[in-house]
T-cell receptor, first 111, second 111 residues
């Protein structure tokens, strides 16, 4: 079946260091979304990418969608303690409402 | 304020009992979803509905049932046929194939 793999599973960084999480899909995606879930909370939407090779920035966060629309990455520059949480990618296929979530990357930041 | 309301937040169930989790939204979204989250894992789709009186099975529908009689409501019943129901259940809605808005979740524990 369709799968979205996400690595790493965990990342523990010193505050101020950069962080990157990667997603790879077994099939071509129509779009990819990124969500952040704080400990004990619910996922909150960050961004959606739809175009091949697309790059979007939100302050210290940079999101990329691969040329083949099978992979994506989220990069955080100079992490802060407020960045702590689990980051999930979610891929859409065709025009389906169904999203396939990656297993998430849990980010821990040492102050 | 507009949003998604899930209840109850915590629920305990004895083996062999059915339980129903409530999900209500006032965002006027057509699509609604139920996801299951297990510790350290991503979100797995149980059921989704694109329109009233219609719903589709997700990846792990066995042991669950849903109804969509009103646009605002999408209750999930966890039946006794679900072998391992202890989990965090998240309801979401979307306007189309874009951003998912999540409720705060319901944590079900089987005693």
């Amino acid at each position: 079946g369709q799968q979205v793999m996400q690595i790493p599973q965990y990342q523990h960084v010193q505050e101020g260091e950069d962080f990157t999480t990667y997603c790879n899909s077994s099939t071509t995606l129509s779009n990819i979304q990124w969500y952040k879930q704080r400990p004990g909370g619910h996922p909150v939407f960050l961004i959606q990418l739809v175009k091949s090779g697309e790059v979007k920035k939100q302050k210290r966060l940079t999101f990329q969608f691969g040329e083949a629309k099978k992979n994506s990455s989220l990069h955080i520059t100079a992490t802060q303690t407020t960045d702590v949480g689990t980051y999930f990618c979610a891929g859409g296929v065709d025009s389906s409402y169904k999203l396939i979530f990656g297993s998430g990357t849990r980010l821990l930041v040492r102050p | 304020d507009g949003g998604i309301t899930q209840s109850p937040k915590y629920l305990f169930r004895k083996e062999g009992q059915n339980v129903t989790l409530s999900c209500e939204q006032n965002l006027n979204h057509d699509a609604m979803y139920w996801y299951r989250q297990d510790p350290g894992q991503g979100l797995r789709l149980i059921y989704y509905s694109q329109i009233v009186n219609d719903f589709q099975k997700g990846d792990i529908a066995e042991g669950y049932s849903v109804s969509r009689e009103k646009k605002e409501s999408f209750p999930l019943t966890v039946t006794s046929a679900q072998k391992n129901p202890t989990a965090f259940y998240l309801c979401a809605s979307s306007k189309d194939t874009g951003e998912l808005f999540f409720g705060e979740g319901s944590r079900l524990t089987v005693l």
